[in-house]
Each structure stands twice: as C-alpha cells, then as structure tokens.
C-alpha cells in the first residue's frame, strides 16, 4: 500500500503505570523474596511507548487511550506531556475502573510481566477524528486490543490511513482466532517467541502483507511473500529491555512512512530498540531544548 497523504500517527491502546525492577539475580518462585538492584515507576503500554518514540523521531503522533484516575494518573501524567505525544483523542477512564498496573522484573537480557487490565483499551476514535487530526496511520499496541474492538480496522480504511499491529504475549488467545485478525493489518510486528507461537499453533508466514519480526540482540526480519530482508543490531549493553520491541516500532514505521527500503526500515528499529534498553522503562523523556528568553523590555 502507498504511503498515506496525511503524515501523523495515531497509537491506541491501553496505558499502564509500570513499576520496573531491574537487576533481578532470578525471578522469584512461591514462598521466596528476591531483591531487585533499582525500581522506577514509568509511564508504560505498548502503544504510548511507541508513540513517545516516534514523536522523539519527528513523527507526529497521537495517542487514544484511558488516562487513569488519581493517585496514578500523578504519576503518569507528567511522563505523558514529557513525551511530547498529542492527547486530543485519549479521554479519562470512566470513574471507578481499577487501575492498569504492570510490575516488570528485568534480569540480565529479559524480563517478566504481571498485568491488571481494566476497562476498555481505548475511547471511540471515529473516521472523521482520523482526518481531522491529520492521521495517516493507525498503530495498535497489542493483539488484545485490535481483538477487543477489530471496527479499529475498518475506522482506519475509511479515513485512508495504513495500519500496524503489535503482538503482545497473551495466553488466553488462540492463534487460529487471531489469524485474520493479523492478516488484515498492512503490517504485523511480533518479537520472535511470538511469532513461533502463532507458528506452533498453525498459522502460517508471514502473517500480514508485511511481518517484521524482532530478534533482539539478534536484530530483526522482514518477511513478505516474496522475500526475506534481515538486518543484524550493534550489541548494547542493557539495563532494562523493558518496552524495547515497541521502541522498535516506531524507529522502524518512521522510515517505512516515508517509503524508505526494508533495510533501512530494519536498521532505524534496531538502532531505536537498542536506545531505549539503555535505561530503565520503554521511554525515557529526553531533555528539553530551552527557547531563548523573550525580550521584556519590549
């Protein structure tokens, strides 16, 4: 499909407030405390790291998600302006809703995730909203999401834009469900585990028009009908790989927007994940550029 002639991003998807331990000797078993190195609280969600990434990048990009009530919309709040990433289509969640938390635990080169999910992924984003916003493309954070309210596909067509999806790692859904699901996106961006689970469970690759497959260390794939592109990544040293694949995402859709190669469109994922594992949390806000002082004495 050809790049779309609107150039912003729209992410939808759930936001969570992540608490993240990094330096993990091992992952604790029942009746067991392990100690953790550091611990944070970040802004997290697949679809919000993405979009920070990108608007970080250049990229115009929206965000429509459920902003969480207080006391944890305190503490994610000033991430979210930090990022940069346009708020017009994200709405609080109805008063009420339990919040969206995940813990992290990163050890040396992977991590584990417990996650409350509450309330609906996102609010009601219409054709006219896309258009009026500028959008030319939709990213979906996770497979759960595009599963929970698939009309985002239809929403995203109607107003010309392309799409994306994340994969997410989700055991309660078949991926013979999933499959048509996945093969309506113009491209589909799970990490390696995930792609060998739909294998497994019988869908056949690539899995979308264009299926990009992130390898980690290893870098990543591209995969159409025709061929295979792969590119490797420059070994980093990391700290947390916390959000790492979404970081990915965004380095990787801002030169395939453009109608950049695959190889480029690889590498620019590969050098964005290998940024972001560099710290702790999907995204850290980079600093703000000061503006010269208004001159008062006009």
């Not at 028009?209 to 295979?228: F, I, M, S």
Request: charged fraction near 15%.
């Amino acid at each position: 499909m050809s790049a779309p002639a609107q150039t912003g991003v729209l992410c939808v998807g759930r936001l969570y407030c992540d608490l993240i331990f990094t330096g993990m000797p091992r992952l604790p078993s029942y009746g067991t405390e392990v100690f953790a190195d550091g611990c944070g609280v970040h802004v997290g969600g697949g679809a919000f790291i993405t979009a920070a990434h990108l608007a970080a990048l250049g990229q115009p990009a929206s965000l429509a998600t459920l902003l969480p009530n207080a006391p944890f919309s305190e503490l994610v709040l000033p991430g979210l302006h930090a990022a940069g990433v346009d708020l017009g289509l994200s709405h609080p969640m109805p008063a009420g809703t339990e919040p969206q938390v995940t813990v992290a635990l990163a050890g040396t080169g992977d991590r584990a995730f417990v996650t409350r999910r509450s309330g609906p992924a996102f609010p009601d984003v219409t054709a006219a909203d896309l258009t009026r916003a500028g959008i030319g493309h939709v990213h979906i954070g996770e497979l759960a999401t595009l599963l929970e309210r698939p009309s985002i596909l239809d929403t995203a067509r109607a107003a010309g834009a392309t799409s994306s999806l994340d994969c997410g790692w989700d055991e309660a859904i078949r991926p013979a469900d999933a499959a048509p699901f996945i093969a309506a996106v113009d491209v589909f961006l799970p990490n390696e585990d995930e792609a060998a689970w739909l294998a497994e469970g019988g869908v056949t690759a690539p899995f979308a028009p264009l299926t990009v497959v992130k390898c980690g260390a290893a870098g990543a794939r591209a995969q159409t009908c025709d061929a295979v592109v792969e590119v490797a990544a420059a070994p980093v040293e990391a700290i947390d790989t916390t959000g790492a694949g979404d970081a990915f995402n965004a380095g990787f859709l801002a030169c395939w927007l453009k109608a950049q190669p695959l190889k480029a469109c690889l590498a620019a994922g590969n050098a964005r994940g290998a940024l972001a594992v560099t710290g702790r949390g999907g995204f850290q806000a980079e600093p703000t550029r000061l503006r010269p002082a208004a001159n008062l004495s006009k």
